[in-house]
Antibody, heavy 117, light 106 residues
Framework: QVQLVQSGAEVKMPGASVRVSCKASGYIFSDNVIHWLRQAPGQRPEWLGWINNGNLNSYYSRDFRGRFTIIQDTSATTVYMDLTGLTSRDSAVYYC??????????WGQGTLVTVSS | DIQMTQSPSILSASVGDKVTITCRASQTIDNFLAWYHQKPGEAPNLLISRVSDLEGGVPSRFRGTGSGTDFTLYIDNLQPDDFGIYFCQQYRNYPLTFGGGTTVDI
């Protein structure tokens, strides 16, 4: 079955960077697109960007361009998101999700990123 | 960006009730509208795509309608497992955007 397993919770200082991983299994990795979203407490999900797991093209929300990057290790079927210049407003649960025509039937379990001094 | 507005933000209901949640887009999104259900501490779960297409395993008591900018999620015969937050999402244009959520309190 399709599984997306994310790395564990992170606590970071303001100004630091964070990397979250998303290990995919149970389907043909290179035939799909994985997105990253985040959800702050009590808020709606917010879309961050995607990577095409076949051709490695990526596309980001303009609100995060310049400090958000998605990369992948194809042999490990793992996608990574990097977010730099962290502030308290970046504290949220970060999710990877496999896209199906623009919507998300498959999600990772979420990774809590806390930014605090 | 397309803004998605849901109402109500909170809804109190009882088991067996029929529930109605509305979602309005700031511009037409054709039929590129999905609904999700989220329980505390879990990722959102996709219920409905393309306005009215139920995902596999979703009970038929869930029904979606609408077109253009106005959409509705109906839940018939509310069950205890239905508590949580419901979000709509448009996937007509990037950035993909979600409604603010409707908390169904049973």
């Amino acid at each position: 079955q399709v599984q997306l397993v994310q790395s564990g919770a992170e606590v970071k200082m303001p100004g630091a960077s964070v990397r979250v991983s998303c290990k995919a299994s149970g389907y043909i990795f290179s035939d799909n697109v994985i997105h990253w979203l985040r959800q702050a407490p009590g808020q709606r999900p917010e879309w961050l960007g995607w990577i095409n797991n076949g051709n490695l093209n990526s596309y980001y929300s303009r609100d995060f361009r310049g400090r958000f990057t998605i990369i992948q290790d194809t042999s490990a079927t793992t996608v990574y998101m990097d977010l730099t210049g962290l502030t308290s407003r970046d504290s949220a649960v970060y999710y990877c999700a496999r896209e199906k025509g623009g919507r998300y039937p498959y999600w990772g379990q979420g990774t809590l990123v806390t930014v605090s001094s | 960006d397309i803004q998605m507005t849901q109402s109500p933000s909170i809804l109190s209901a009882s088991v067996g009730d029929k529930v109605t949640i509305t979602c309005r887009a700031s511009q037409t999104i054709d039929n590129f509208l999905a609904w999700y259900h989220q329980k505390p501490g879990e990722a959102p779960n996709l219920l409905i795509s393309r306005v009215s297409d139920l995902e596999g395993g979703v009970p038929s008591r869930f029904r979606g309608t609408g077109s253009g900018t106005d959409f509705t999620l109906y839940i018939d015969n509310l069950q205890p497992d239905d508590f949580g937050i419901y979000f709509c999402q448009q996937y007509r244009n990037y950035p993909l955007t979600f409604g603010g959520g409707t908390t169904v309190d049973i």
